[in-house]
């Protein structure tokens, strides 16, 4: 029983290793109309004075996303 444990935890072990970290990133907007490109789109910036405008798995991605959103108008 206790190889069938210690088997199973290393077992665990491995696919955790073997599963790839997701860092999203997300275009975040002030209410002064600022805006800036935020690592790990989990994580939140502090206070209410801000809302997510876009979510993207990498940086090329929530660059383009900003400079849309800077386009438009949505933010300068």
Same mark, same amino acid.
């Given at each position: 029983?206790?190889?069938?444990?210690? =088997?199973?935890?290393?077992?665990?072990?491995?696919?955790? @290793?073997? $599963? +790839?970290?997701?860092?999203?990133?997300?275009?975040?907007?002030?209410?002064?109309?600022?805006?800036?490109?935020?690592?790990?789109?989990?994580? =939140?910036?502090?206070?209410?004075?801000?809302?997510?405008? @876009?979510? $993207? +798995?990498?940086?090329?991605?929530?660059?383009?996303?900003?400079?849309?959103?800077?386009?438009?108008?949505?933010?300068?």
């Amino acid at each position: 029983m206790k190889r069938f444990v210690l =088997t199973l935890g290393a077992l665990a072990l491995i696919l955790a @290793a073997l $599963t +790839p970290a997701r860092a999203d990133y997300a275009v975040v907007r002030f209410t002064d109309g600022a805006c800036q490109i935020w690592s790990n789109a989990g994580d =939140t910036p502090w206070g209410t004075n801000w809302s997510k405008i @876009a979510i $993207t +798995p990498d940086w090329s991605m929530a660059r383009a996303a900003l400079d849309d959103a800077i386009q438009s108008g949505a933010c300068y």
